[in-house]
């Protein structure tokens, strides 16, 4: 068995389970024993141990007298707990085998086992125990003797290494294998919201039962120390952060394209038409986020997918020439008669084809005299034709994309051929028929 360690903790020692301490569970506070006014008043700090000298008398005719067998009172400090011990033990091993303390490699005793137990004497003893600490964001074990984990934070940062200790953690369960805080209260932070423990020294599977605090799969928990603000404020805090991941789906549009064919029956004066509507398509975009306490942590890209594929636009366009429109033949020579029944029969008919200023009126009174007119009725330009009418009399493409010249000339043709009775409103009012 060692004698009196200097040091609270051992890192990166072998795996080894120490006996369990005759003491009560090790998460659910002090072992059992007396709590006297006295107890509850000592504090972390280990008393100063004298030097031991061990006494004997002198051998004389044989006989032998040993001063260490005799009856002392002794005070006893196991984990924080304090006890006043009534033994005849000449040691200090022979105290801690008549208390039922049974020790490993990994505890701490001071005095050291071997030495000699004197009457007034304060036998200390603090159990080993296996922590796992979180230093810059990596985990590690180390072996502590502190009597709680205040004090073992409290000596590493002295040392200088900023920790935090990670409880084991089975299910929604978190255990420790020390107290927080053997005399003060601790901090309890839950999502972000904190609030105070008046007992710190009762474990924390009691703290975060009595909280009720339930934890999942995902939710962290550390115990990390903290500088206190004010006289009697919690030195030590519970910190459990809320995770949750979840994924999450975007969706972004995918243009589509637009193909161009060509058609060799249609006109390519006829300009484009469209085959097949063009439709955007849809891709999906699933991240994995994780939030902490409410707040996103990171995301991780899981999928990236077209989950609706874009329908593409088909256009056509023609390539054929059309053909040039046959002459018109020239009119006959109306025959000869009298004036008057000259005008009765322009009346009626139409008569010679007019010129000048009676196409001007007619295109005014049909349009307001604009060649580009397109109503949205289905008639077109100056003379208001429609596309069947239009293309009859040798026109290509719109009335209306046609020039004022063109315009008139396909209307004198249809004149010539049905008479001013194809404007019937308008030819009326200019006194045409």
């Not at 029969?345 to 295109?363: C, F, I, N, R």
Request: hydrophobic fraction near 35%; glycine fraction near 10%.
């Amino acid at each position: 068995m060692p004698g009196q360690h200097d040091d609270w903790t051992r890192v990166n020692a072998p795996h080894h389970t120490p006996e369990e301490p005759a003491a009560a569970a090790l998460d659910a506070g002090p072992p059992a024993g007396p709590s006297t006014a006295d107890a509850r008043r000592r504090r972390r700090r280990w008393p100063l141990v004298a030097m031991v000298a061990v006494l004997a008398l002198a051998v004389t005719g044989g006989a032998v007298a040993v001063v260490d067998q005799a009856r002392k009172t002794v005070t006893l400090d196991v984990d924080g707990t304090t006890t006043t011990v009534t033994t005849f033990a000449g040691s200090v091993e022979g105290l801690l085998d008549e208390e039922g303390l049974r020790l490993s490699e990994r505890d701490l005793v001071v005095p050291a086992q071997d030495g000699v137990l004197r009457d007034g004497a304060e036998v200390v003893v603090r159990y080993g125990r296996q922590l796992t600490i979180q230093t810059d964001g990596e985990e590690r074990d180390v072996w502590v003797t502190a009597l709680d984990a205040d004090e073992a934070l409290r000596t590493l940062a002295e040392r200088g290494t900023e920790a935090t200790l990670v409880p084991t953690r089975s299910g929604d369960r978190a255990t420790l294998p020390l107290r927080l805080d053997a005399h003060e209260p601790v901090a309890l932070v839950v999502g972000g919201e904190e609030t105070v423990v008046p007992d710190g020294g009762i474990g924390l599977r009691a703290i975060l039962a009595e909280a009720e605090v339930a934890l999942d799969g995902d939710d962290r928990i550390h115990v990390e120390r903290r500088a206190a603000g004010e006289l009697g404020a919690p030195t030590v805090a519970v910190v459990v952060q809320r995770v949750a991941v979840e994924e999450v789906a975007e969706t972004h549009r995918v243009p589509f394209e637009t193909e161009t064919r060509t058609d060799p029956d249609r006109y390519a004066d006829q300009g484009t038409a469209v085959e097949q509507e063009g439709k955007d398509g849809e891709r999906t975009v699933v991240h994995r986020v994780t939030t902490v306490d409410g707040k996103e942590e990171s995301r991780e890209q899981v999928s990236d997918e077209v989950t609706t594929e874009p329908v593409t636009e088909v256009l056509v366009k023609g390539t054929k020439e059309r053909p040039e429109p046959e002459p018109e033949p020239e009119p006959e020579p109306a025959p000869e008669r009298s004036s008057s029944s000259s005008s009765s029969s322009s009346g009626s008919s139409g008569g010679s084809v007019p010129t000048g200023d009676v196409w001007a009126a007619l295109a005014q009174c049909e349009s307001g005299g604009n060649p580009a007119t397109n109503t949205g009725n289905g008639y077109y330009g100056m003379y208001q034709f429609s596309l069947s009418t239009w293309q009859s009399v040798g026109g290509t493409g719109l009335p209306s994309d046609a020039s004022a010249a063109e315009q008139t000339k396909r209307a004198q043709i249809l004149q010539a051929r049905a008479g001013w009775g194809q404007w019937p409103h308008c030819a009326a009012k200019l006194g045409l028929l």
